[in-house]
């Protein structure tokens, strides 16, 4: 049943493809994240329930998780975009849509930050 309300809520966010327009210069879109209101309950109760010690003392609003999310995604296109010759390998994008998975990202980053006291 969660599953199944995972993929409803993923499917609403794809039909809405005004959501989905990139910025001019390539970069991820903001706006995207702070109107996604589907995503943002799921993945503050899955934070709330997997990394508890570690978003104590955050903002756990679509606002500020949508910041989070395109400096991640901004990272990734400086660091390790088109041209890079490094040899890391980026996040793929579909685990950002997906709240279960996204929670993992943004808890992995709130335990480093709380662990090396950022």
Known sequence: P???LYTIKFEQIMV??????RRGDGGPDELF???SDTIFPDL??????NYKAYVEGEQLNA?????LVTQISQFQEDNLGFGNK???TRIPARHFYN?????IILGVIYKYRTENNW
């Open 2 to 4: 969660i599953s199944l």
């Open 16 to 21: 809405n493809q005004e959501l989905f327009k």
């Open 33 to 35: 994240w702070e109107e």
């Open 44 to 49: 503050k109760a899955e934070l709330l329930e």
């Open 63 to 67: 606002k500020n998780l949508s910041h």
């Open 86 to 88: 490094s040899n890391s």
């Open 99 to 103: 709240a279960k998975s996204l929670a």
